[in-house]
């Protein structure tokens, strides 16, 4: 076998590993928005129908009410929750993370690093092992199922990471550029909110984005906290398609095409930002 | 526009006390070069004159305002900084015109303002770039732009050069003193460099360790250094420094060698004291290539180690009781190394520093 032959060879192994691996990654979000569009017993059909013989948006009319076929499942409701509980978990977690991130990057204070590593090792810990805890302590405070308790969890959970990933952004900023904005007439908060906000931005936003999927995707928690439409979220609520004995999986996959759908445009928005780079250049090159 | 004024100003960070009460005088539209190694506390003192370090004790003046307590907006002065500054996600026309958008002038007056600076500083077909579109002179030039357009009382340098190759450096240099020459204001511009003192200042301030050592015109300075510091650190290549021991009126050094006492000095020093001779490399020529002529002068044969030809001048070095001394041959002609000189010392450029205290012993 000649050299040249071994070269293809390789080249031929590494792409159908690729797509194997692809193919691993892809099938199973794939099949969930393809079953979305299916009948139920075409998805659970023996031998399986790879190639769907019956596009309907049937699914999607049970969930929301309308058509013939009919499911109990509030999922308004819950789509409300999910908004509500992840947006306004994200902001507070935002602000708490520049606001911590600018100290952490730009102030000395007394025991920083101690707190920098306390901040990481929280991190660390699973959320769901705080789960029972959190459970019982919420239960004496009558935050089960409220939006409000589950926004406190969320906001806990990010707010390690924003300021982490914020800090990293502040960091890139060099002082000086604030330093001339307040020669230049900015008091330090305008000195912030001219220069080095617009600056960190995309730093902010990749935060934004990360703290959000988390609080909307997030299960485990959520499915300790909360109870009824008060709070319930949409990853909870797709436990509502699994009866005792029977499980509904259009209605399932019709509703997760419902949660991927905002965490995909979301991230779609926001992509731009997450390319840094605008910080250098205004320094020496 | 307004002088300013250092009285003992002191700044501590901690425990640590890095300036300890300085006093300076600094006249109204007067250029005054802070020169010093670095950690010798220059860019303390003048992040203190901007209000971007709190000073632990003293006072600051600008024009007549005591302005100790006084945040940086407030105190009409702008600065150019070592890496510029520049705000990279505006363009030059934004960056120009932020300080007098946020003092709330009129679009007009802004525009006509950043125009005005532009033009003095050839920067009018760049408006319209970003910081990363330009080149280091030209970024350096927005970075003055931006601090002439607010016509402060006075001007801050902090090593503005430091970031640019030598060639553009002195290209720079040149245009900061043009520059002053046509928007007379107060400066205050910091440097390690001596070349950059020596050539901007009306008057340099040589710091060391969070002391003043001198302060006086480039050529007092240069001239008449009040220490072996001062001698060492303003003038390249650096002062001679021999230690010696006055004999009988004489300059005797470790080898026995003496050279009589600078008449001008001989009433500042007293037998039995040890001191160190101070010469210039300029005014320890071999005979015939000197470049002015001395009215006391003392010849000694030296051995000349190494020569480096710059073209107009060739540095000689050799070796003097036990240690590099250097000196200079102007109009040169080929040297060997090996070659023995008769070098030509003047006596009337000597200077001679007590060597315990190192200062100078001339009477001021």
New interface residues.
């Given amino acids: 076998m000649n050299r040249e032959m071994k070269k293809r060879l390789r080249a031929a192994g590494l792409w159908v590993t690729t797509f194997v691996l692809m193919v691993i990654m892809c099938v199973p979000g794939l099949w969930v928005v393809l079953s979305a569009f299916r009948p139920n017993r075409e998805i659970l059909a023996k031998p399986p129908i790879w190639v769907p013989e019956d596009l309907t948006l049937n699914n999607f009319g049970k969930i929301f009410g309308f058509g013939a076929e009919q499911v109990a499942i509030p999922v308004l409701s819950y789509f409300w929750n999910s908004m509500v509980i992840a947006l306004t978990s994200t902001v507070i977690a935002l602000i708490i993370g520049m606001a911590g991130g600018y100290a952490f990057a730009r102030f000395r204070f007394r025991f920083k690093n101690a707190w920098f590593l306390g901040l990481m090792l929280f991190r660390a810990v699973p959320g769901i092992a705080l789960s029972l805890p959190v459970f019982m302590l919420w239960s004496r405070l009558g935050l089960i199922d409220t939006q409000m308790g589950l926004i406190i969890v969320y906001v806990s959970l990010n707010v390690p990471f924003t300021i982490w990933l914020i800090d990293g952004f502040f960091r890139q900023i ?1 002082m ?2 604030s ?9 330090r908060w ?1 000195a912030f909110w ?2 080095e906000f ?2 960190a931005r995309s730093g902010i936003a990749a935060a934004g984005v990360f703290a959000f999927l988390t609080s909307w995707n997030e299960f485990a928690l959520a499915s300790q906290l909360t109870r009824s439409t008060d709070s319930k979220t949409l990853p909870v609520g797709l436990m509502d398609f699994t009866a005792q004995f029977t499980i509904d999986w259009a209605g399932m996959c019709a509703m997760a095409v419902i949660i991927i759908v905002p965490a995909l445009i979301l991230t779609f928005l926001v992509q731009k930002h997450l390319i840094a780079g ?8 | 526009m307004a002088g300013i004024s250092l009285q003992n100003v002191v700044k501590n960070y901690g425990r640590l006390e890095v300036v300890h009460g300085i006093n300076l005088e600094i006249d109204h539209n007067e250029f005054v070069v802070l020169v010093g190694p670095s950690g010798c506390g220059k860019s303390t003192t003048l992040r203190m004159i901007a209000g971007l370090e709190d000073i632990s004790d003293g006072d600051i003046s600008i024009g007549d305002r005591v302005v100790n307590d006084l945040p940086p907006r407030k105190r009409n002065v702008s600065m150019v900084f070592q890496n510029y500054a520049l705000y990279p996600h505006m363009n030059v026309r934004e960056n120009l015109g932020f300080g007098l958008k946020i003092a709330g002038q009129s679009k007009e007056a802004v525009e006509q303002r950043v125009q005005e600076a532009a033009d003095i500083l050839g920067l009018s077909e760049l408006l319209e770039r970003i910081p990363a579109e330009l080149s280091g002179g030209q970024r350096q030039r927005v970075a003055m732009g931006r601090a002439i357009v607010r016509h402060p009382e006075a001007f801050l340098f902090d090593e503005p050069l430091s970031n640019l190759d030598a060639k553009l450096r002195v290209q720079m240099r040149t245009e900061i003193k043009k520059l002053h020459n046509k928007v007379r204001t107060t400066v205050v511009y910091v440097t390690h460099d001596q070349v950059e003192a020596m050539t901007l200042a009306d008057r340099i301030v040589v710091m060391k360790d969070g002391y003043i050592e001198q302060v006086g015109t480039p050529m007092e300075v240069f001239n008449h250094p009040v220490n072996t510091f001062v001698a060492s650190f303003i003038g390249s290549p650096p002062m001679n420094l021999i230690p010696a021991t006055i004999t009988s009126g004489q300059v005797e050094f470790r080898d026995a060698t003496k050279i009589p006492v600078p008449s001008r000095l001989a009433g500042s020093v007293s037998d039995g004291q040890e001191v160190i001779f101070g010469i210039r490399p300029d005014d320890l020529t071999p005979i015939g290539h000197g470049i002015h002529e001395a009215r006391e002068t003392t010849d000694i044969d030296l051995t000349v180690d190494l020569a480096e030809l710059l073209g107009t001048e060739t540095l000689l070095y050799t070796t003097f009781v036990g240690q590099e001394v250097q000196g200079k041959m102007f109009d040169p002609r080929d040297v060997t190394p090996g070659e023995t000189l008769t070098f030509r010392l003047s006596l009337d450029k000597a200077h001679i520093f007590d060597a315990a205290s190192g200062q100078s012993v001339r009477r001021h």
Wanted: glycine share 16%; charged share 15%; with cysteine.
């Fill in positions: 060099p000086s550029l330093e001339a904005a307040q020669v230049d007439g900015c008091t305008q001219k220069i617009p600056l605008l910080t250098f250049g205004g320094v020496k090159g």
